[in-house]
């Protein structure tokens, strides 16, 4: 029957407004977490709080959307208002990444004023852009092309993704601008530009739609509903007649037909209630495998370019675009004959998938970047004693005996220790090629059982020499270089340029303070040092998860200066992230389309976006939890964070198939003649439940 009517004709306007939104939605989303630690000079964790938090008022913001658009509004509206919100903060966004000469504290304000506009305005038309296409249809004539409508909507949205995706993140780090080393001010103009042409396109195709305006407050009836039911089977007497649902008590106030929407969106509602947790592993595609791409080599050595760490996902979207195809024609049909044959079992098997990518992939690159840490036996410990001087030392001590400790090097011995920490009384001799007034030194040191002692040695601002005790140092949790800088008395104040050897306008600039040695967490790459205007060292290699000892001596004439990497990771190329982002967008394929096409086909007439926008909502409380658990900071090693997403998520999985299984798939038939006075154009009404 579907061949008889024409595709309608305004699906393609929104289809250019989906587009350019996402466009915009997505560029901006693939940099910002980058926008956050360089720019706004946020932490790993913090950075990664804020893209989350962000996603959750996007997704959030659908409930607001659709019970605007279902109950107040209509849906044509509810698009129109909100994309201007939309547009409005992503200007703002924009702006705050130009405007350099304001506070830090100001800008980052600012930048949160943007963001929150912008989740409300994507959020809150996201549920209401697919039910309003949905709309256009006549049903159930037009089943088919409803069917192939949700697929050619998500892949508009993928190319819009696919295309921002690439191209942000290439005008944030190919161009310079106001004298630094990426361009976030054009990156993120780019996307606030095509929201507004997202709003060009909607309205151009107003006379072609068709646009059902709300005939009730449907939400408000609907939790009223519930609340007379609940308050109706409590106080029930034993005399009425009892009802299967607790929601039928409710029938004296309320239709029959409203009853029964209210349960189908319920049974609806019940199965989203473990999908978050599968969001806890797509959405990090933004935040978490982004860093981890800050820690690996994108260089393509025969075209003399780079891939970006916030660039290299744009083969998610591509993907998609490839499988949506490829599944609906090949993979869902071959599916159907094994067993697979409804959409709870494909999201089931979506979700295997998607945990996959997680365990087989991104767990596995993350230990090899990050490589081992140093952990000490029981009954072991380590001392190191750095020397601070242009000429040799020589230490003995009754438990380290005789050694000798070259120019600006470092001395390790291993202890064994059987039962308690110990304690040793040292002798140090500096060569007299140093010429020191005073250079020899006795000193009691602590050996501690499974811990790595370290000391410095340099001479006192007055005369002599000292040994300080430096703190320990371990690799980071953000795979970063962890740099210790170590330096005498009259270093104290000048600063110290790291400067990027691949991109000069890449410069990290630092004061010594008093203390002599200080710690720093430094992007990984390779950098010439200066001290004040004096080049020091050149080409010093800051690998992933390396753990360095920067050592300065300054005489009278010179500054020397020696890089000691005591631990390093493994540089490897950003490609090998293609096997789970490979891995994740088949669960992607099977998880998220088939929710859009089940929510909207299983909801009742009155309560698409509401049931849509709930849908949405799963993704917001999958980010939740990301946030709390990064707030929490329970795992040094984001190999063990990556693993215990993946159980909450097998759990997860586990519950839904349990849930899934008693689920009864609801059938579209044309609706009696009363119903059908009701009935708004275009639309059609569930009436009952089948296997």
Not at 659 to 682: F, H, I, W
Request: aromatic share 12%; hydrophobic share 45%.
């Amino acid at each position: 029957m579907s061949t008889l009517l024409k595709y309608p004709k305004s699906v393609w306007y929104i289809f250019g407004n989906e587009f350019c939104e996402r466009f915009s939605f997505h560029g901006l989303k693939a940099i910002l977490v980058l926008f956050f630690t360089t720019i706004q000079e946020y932490d790993h964790d913090t950075s990664t709080i804020l893209f989350h938090m962000f996603l959750v008022c996007a997704y959030l913001s659908p409930l607001f959307g659709a019970i605007i658009a279902d109950s107040y509004w209509g849906k044509y509206k509810t698009i129109y208002i909100l994309s201007i919100v939309h547009a409005i903060g992503n200007i703002l966004v924009a702006v705050a990444s130009f405007v350099t000469s304001i506070s830090l504290n100001f800008q980052r304000l600012f930048t949160i004023i943007g963001l929150l506009l912008t989740s409300i305005g994507a959020g809150g038309i996201k549920p209401c852009v697919s039910s309003f296409g949905g709309d256009q249809f006549v049903l159930p004539d037009q089943e088919d092309y409803l069917r192939k409508f949700f697929s050619i909507f998500y892949f508009t949205i993928n190319v819009g993704s696919l295309l921002s995706t690439f191209i942000t993140p290439e005008l944030r780090k190919s161009i310079q601008c106001f004298e630094k080393d990426s361009c976030f001010p054009l990156a993120f103009g780019i996307p606030a530009i095509l929201m507004l042409i997202s709003i060009v396109f909607f309205v151009s195709g107003k006379k072609l739609y068709k646009i059902n305006k709300p005939v009730t407050s449907i939400i408000p009836s609907s939790i009223g509903c519930m609340f007379y039911g609940v308050k109706k089977k409590i106080t029930a007497s034993s005399n009425e007649v009892q009802r299967k649902d607790w929601l039928e008590y409710a029938d004296n106030k309320y239709s029959l037909h409203q009853i029964f929407e209210l349960r189908s969106a319920l049974d609806v509602m019940y199965l989203l209630i473990p999908i978050p947790l599968l969001y806890t592993l797509f959405d990090q595609q933004g935040s978490r495998w982004i860093l981890q791409g800050t820690l690996m080599n994108g260089k393509i050595d025969f075209l003399n370019w780079s891939i970006k760490p916030d660039q290299i996902h744009f083969i998610n979207p591509l993907f998609v675009m490839i499988f949506i195809p490829l599944f609906n024609s090949v993979v869902y049909p071959f599916l159907y004959k094994i067993g697979i044959n409804t959409p709870l079992k494909k999201i089931t098997l979506g979700g295997l998938f998607t945990i996959s990518s997680f365990v087989l992939c991104a767990a596995i690159i993350q230990y090899i970047i990050i490589g081992q840490t140093l952990i000490l036996p029981s009954n072991e410990a380590q001392l190191k004693i750095y020397n601070n001087f242009e000429c040799d030392i020589t230490i003995s001590g009754s438990l380290i005996g005789n050694f000798k400790i070259e120019p600006l090097d470092v001395l390790h011995i291993n202890y064994s220790l059987e039962e308690f920490n110990k304690t040793d009384n040292i002798s140090i001799e500096v060569n007299p090629t140093c010429q020191l007034e005073t250079d020899t030194l006795k000193q009691r040191i602590f050996i501690v059982r499974k811990r790595v002692t370290s000391y410095f040695l340099t001479t006192k601002i007055n005369d002599g020499i000292e040994l300080i005790y430096l703190n320990e140092l371990k690799k980071l949790k953000s795979g970063n270089s962890n740099l210790r800088i170590s330096y005498d008395h009259n270093l104290s104040g000048k600063i110290m340029t790291l400067r990027s050897t691949n991109n000069k306008l890449s410069v990290i600039n630092f004061k010594l303070p008093f203390n002599k040695n200080t710690n720093h967490e430094i992007p990984v790459g390779t950098y010439d040092i200066y001290l004040d205007d004096e080049q020091i060292l050149q080409k010093a290699d800051l690998l992933p998860a390396s753990v360095n000892d920067l050592i300065f001596h300054h005489s009278i004439n010179h500054t020397n200066a020696k890089l000691i990497t005591l631990e390093n990771g493994k540089y490897i190329h950003i490609l090998w992230q293609v096997p789970q982002t490979l891995l994740i967008t088949v669960g992607e394929v099977m998880v998220v389309i088939t929710l859009l096409e089940f929510t909207f086909t299983q909801a009742p007439l009155s309560m698409k976006s509401f049931i849509s926008a709930a849908n949405l909502c799963t993704q917001a409380v999958g980010n939740l939890l990301i946030v709390l658990i990064s707030k929490m900071q329970l795992f040094e090693n984001q190999v063990y964070e990556y693993m215990f997403y993946v159980i909450l998520t097998i759990l997860g999985l586990i519950l839904f198939m349990m849930m899934s299984a008693k689920y009864n798939y609801k059938c579209v038939t044309v609706p009696s003649p009363d119903q059908e006075l009701q009935r708004p154009r275009g639309q059609y009404i569930v009436v009952g439940p089948h296997k």
